[in-house]
């Protein structure tokens, strides 16, 4: 069965820290680019970091860079998204996609994302 599970999200006080996993099942995990995405309350969907394949390269919307690191363990078909410092306005919740290669069998799977709520 193709699909992703997020993991991780809880309710943390601000300035703390959290790891989000998203494990895949059912692709060839090491050939999709990973994307971690959020959205908060009221908000519309936003990019947070997205990885190659390989692991190799990241990728960061503006506004993310220098509290979140994302990563990815292929022997796992396992994705990360560390965050640092959490503040309230990281409230949301982080989706994890999958883009595929062309000729993939599935070109984007889609998670159901992990609530992050935190408290002031």
């Known amino acids: 069965q193709v699909g992703l599970v997020e993991s991780g999200g809880g309710l943390v006080q601000s300035g703390e820290s959290l790891r989000l996993s998203c494990e895949a099942s059912g692709l060839y995990f090491s050939r999709y680019v990973m994307t971690w995405y959020r959205q908060g309350p009221g908000k519309g969907r936003e990019m947070v970091a997205s990885?190659?394949?390989?692991?190799?390269?990241?990728n960061y919307a503006d506004s993310m860079k220098g509290r979140f690191t994302i990563s990815r363990d292929n022997a796992k078909n396992t994705v990360y998204l560390q965050i640092h410092s959490l503040k309230p306005e990281d409230t949301a919740v982080y989706s994890c996609?999958?883009?595929?290669?062309?000729?993939?069998?599935?070109?984007?799977?889609w998670g159901l994302g992990t609530l992050v709520t935190v408290s002031s």
């Open positions: 990885i190659t394949s390989d692991g190799g390269s990241t």
């Open positions: 996609n999958a883009r595929g290669p062309p000729g993939s069998r599935y070109l984007e799977v």
